[in-house]
């Protein structure tokens, strides 16, 4: 799901769109989106996932997403095979931060051998990425072809950001949501 709506997109270009307007809209804020998350290198609107890793043989296991506000199922796969359900507080903790600690004892080292149902990312998206989100999309709206510059006869047009590109101060901004 995009971080912006389309009417919220339409809203901002103080217009409406028709049926086919609005499928391209919904492609743009659905484009820009993946754009932020590919930046920030993990998703960030909160869902529920199951996630299979690899045993680290320590205490601590980092979990592939955060920020991290459930962890209600972890199950691991012991060296003889055997599949055993851990209880929270008993055998593990959790962080915000995504960080899994075993308690009593290590996590195993195989491949695959621990499993946990986890709920992590961001319930409300920012302002900041929503803003980002917006004017992504609004870019490639008014200059799908992506052009830095463009001539309509003596006057000449040059922007700084060419089309729907991450300026770097946008990617300063989602680097503060990277994993």
Known sequence: MAFVTVAEFAAYL???????????AQQLLDDATADIETEAGQP?????????????????????????TA?????????????????????????ASGILTRKTALWPCGDRSVEAVVTAGYAVIST????IC??????????????????????????????AELSESE???????AR
Do not use: C
Not at 128 to 131: E, F, G, I
């Open 128 to 131: 900041d990425l929503k803003r």
């Open 44 to 68: 960030l609107q909160q869902s529920i996932d199951t996630v299979t890793m690899d045993g680290s043989g320590t205490h601590k296991l980092v979990l592939p997403r955060w920020p991290v």
């Open 14 to 24: 103080r217009t409406t769109f028709d049926a086919e307007e609005t499928v391209t």
């Open 71 to 95: 962890v209600t199922s972890v199950k691991v796969t012991e060296d003889d095979g055997e599949v055993k359900t851990l209880v929270f507080d008993d055998d593990y903790t959790w962080s």
């Open 171 to 177: 990617k300063r901004t989602i680097a503060r949501y």
């Open 134 to 163: 917006r004017r992504l999309a609004v870019a490639a709206w008014e200059n799908p072809a992506g052009a830095d510059s463009e001539d309509l006869g003596d006057r000449r047009v040059r922007w700084h950001t060419a089309g």
